[in-house]
């Protein structure tokens, strides 16, 4: 830094000092009115600290016109709410999602808690509901949808905020990266921020302190793996659902283009068998579960998505949406999903799951990082305001003055069993490499790599893996998890992928999530737009997604832990694999 630079920053820091003293040393004699004073100066505060770190003492060499990406160490992800870009569909119609007023025109105000004296709002399951909350809920609808679009509390607006934040409408703060909420563990904190003042909203609109969302619950047996019969009347009505696929077909929450042409009962047992693995053997580490740990700048971007973002989220938006659409708009593309009511108790189930989860592994999990903390984004509440709320605003739903209506979740008692007796399966699978290793089968090594041009998934793929550690001592087990990486995954357009992994597998064409050998699948969502760049955006980076398997307590059951290498076998669903080439698989261990 030159010496002008040195004398500017040690000026700039004198007023950050400054600025701290009067801001933080006063704040108990801090009046209501005061706030908007306040907000101020933490944001005059923000924007010198981070012109300082950012700009300068990171990124001296950056060019005008340059993406600032290596410099911005322990900076919490933010939209830069100046610019908003336009999009495109995949039909080139143009997909506009900002608001009429930018953001950057409004004051923000850092978001304050609810009253702890006001009246805990209940979610309750969406098959439950009784007529009087059905009809209030559906007034509340009908208002929003009556609002003008110049107010942020109406309903397509509400919807935009979903497709603005889903589709990297917004630019990182600090840096020309696009903002990205899915496929890392940016997901469960976004979506329970945007339902939240979603919900309360709707209260305000219809006069009720106490209205909470339901929850459409398709992890429960009884009941609640139909669409919930009051979506197909008055406001709840959305006519861009896949008509075959409304009550009474029961969900298929791992859904993959293809009608799996099962009866009500074996569905519904299929999908238990497929919430004990994303919930439980899948998700023993905080990074299987939550997604990646996804960084600010063009460095740090992460395309890793957890257990139930692929799937049921994923997979549910799109049996959802209409197979006759481009995208299968509404609930199949992200810019669109939000425009059907349904999206919000889907996403209200997810948020419930994120508890379950944190409570299954008592809250051991939970991410301390404070990068991760302190990102936030912004929304309007029920009181047309602006707030800035951070992730760390809304780790507590008691805080948040919510709370869910318990459900019995069978599937945490529905640990499956091996197709096939583990013994039998090795000597069957020891035979078939011998009569087929000349022609389909790879040779065992660590990392499996198949080299630059990657390996399309135009066919089922099966290919031997060795395992770094062998026999782990109960510590080693405790303290880490055992995952199948599939790595550098690129799919070649916006389109919908989907394939499963198996492991040990003598036939995979007649098994499924109901068996042990299953080790997980990988879901791609359309967004359902291209983006238009600004002049300097940086382009993300390409092969940059994998998929994370914890198979520790799969081996276990498979008496497969003594093993030197293990069979993995990777199948495209519902013809998707052309568009779909890997880089390769390897196994390495989570803390």
């Not at 506009?96 to 399951?125: G, H, M, N, W």
């Not at 009556?146 to 607006?157: G, I, Q």
């Not at 009511?341 to 008592?362: C, G, K, M, Q, T």
């Not at 699948?521 to 760049?533: A, C, D, E, H, P």
């Amino acid at each position: 830094m030159d010496p002008k630079r040195w004398v500017i920053a040690a000026l700039l820091g004198f007023i950050v000092f400054g600025l701290s003293v009067n801001l933080f040393t006063g704040d108990n004699g801090v009046q209501p009115h005061d706030q908007y004073y306040f907000s101020f100066l933490r944001d005059f505060k923000e924007t010198i600290l981070n012109t300082i770190n950012g700009s300068w003492m990171f990124s001296t060499e950056t060019k005008p016109n340059e993406p600032k990406t290596s410099g911005h160490h322990h900076v919490p992800l933010s939209p830069n709410l100046t610019a908003c870009h336009r999009s495109l569909s995949d039909a080139d119609r143009p997909v506009y999602c900002c608001p009429p007023k930018p953001a950057s025109e409004e004051t923000v105000i850092d978001f304050q808690f609810p009253d702890p004296s006001a009246p805990l709002r209940i979610r309750r399951p969406a098959h439950k509901l009784d007529k009087e909350f059905i009809a209030k809920y559906q007034r509340g609808i009908a208002i929003m949808r009556a609002l003008p679009t110049d107010d942020p509390r109406n309903f397509m607006r509400q919807a935009n905020i979903h497709c603005i934040y889903c589709t990297g409408a917004y630019n990182q703060m600090h840096t020309n990266s696009l903002l990205k909420i899915h496929r890392s563990r940016m997901f469960f904190p976004f979506h329970r921020m945007m339902i939240y003042f979603h919900e309360r909203i709707l209260g305000n609109l219809i006069g009720d302190d106490t209205f909470a969302l339901p929850y459409w619950n398709w992890d429960n047996p009884e009941g609640g793996m139909f669409i919930p019969d009051f979506y197909l009347n008055g406001s709840f009505v959305d006519t861009q659902r896949e008509k075959t696929h409304l009550p009474p077909q029961v969900a298929d929450i791992d859904f993959d283009y293809v009608e799996r042409g099962l009866g009500t009962e074996d569905q519904i047992e299929y999908n238990v068998n497929f919430m004990y693995h994303q919930m439980i053997s899948g998700a023993k580490k905080t990074e299987l579960f939550m997604g990646c740990p996804i960084r600010s700048g063009e460095d740090g971007f992460c395309d890793g998505p957890g257990t139930i973002e692929l799937a049921p989220h994923n997979a549910l938006h799109t049996w959802v949406g209409n197979t006759v659409n481009p995208e299968r708009e509404n609930m199949g593309a992200f810019y669109s999903a939000a425009r059907d009511p349904i999206f919000y108790a889907h996403h209200s189930n997810i948020d419930r799951l994120w508890e379950v989860w944190r409570e299954l592994n008592d809250h051991k999990l939970d991410i301390n990082d404070p990068e991760w903390l302190d990102s936030h984004f912004v929304f309007h509440d029920e009181k047309l305001q602006l707030v800035r709320v951070r992730i760390r605003d809304v780790l507590d739903i008691s805080k948040l003055g919510y709370a869910y209506e318990s459900s019995d979740n069978v599937w945490m008692n529905a640990r499956p069993k091996p197709a096939v007796p583990p013994k039998i399966a090795r000597q069957i699978l020891k035979l078939k490499e011998q009569q087929e290793h000349q022609n389909n089968l790879l040779l065992p090594t660590n990392r499996q790599d198949f080299g630059p041009e990657g390996r399309t998934l135009d066919d089922t793929l099966r290919l031997k893996v060795q395992r770094p550690k062998i026999n782990r001592t109960s510590k080693e087990k405790e303290e880490e998890e055992e995952v199948l990486v599939i790595y550098d995954i690129d799919v070649k357009k916006d389109s919908y992928v989907k394939f499963d992994v198996y492991v040990n597998a003598v036939d995979e064409t007649i098994i499924g999530p109901e068996s042990r050998e299953f080790a997980g699948t990988f879901v791609n969502m359309r967004k359902g737009v291209r983006l238009i760049m600004n002049p300097g955006d940086a382009v993300p980076k390409k092969k940059s997604t994998y998929l994370k398997l914890g198979i520790s307590e799969l081996l276990q059951d498979l008496e497969a832990e003594g093993d030197e290498s293990i069979w993995v076998t990777i199948v495209p669903r519902g013809g998707t694999g052309v568009n779909t080439i890997v880089g390769g698989v390897r196994i390495e261990y989570i803390r």
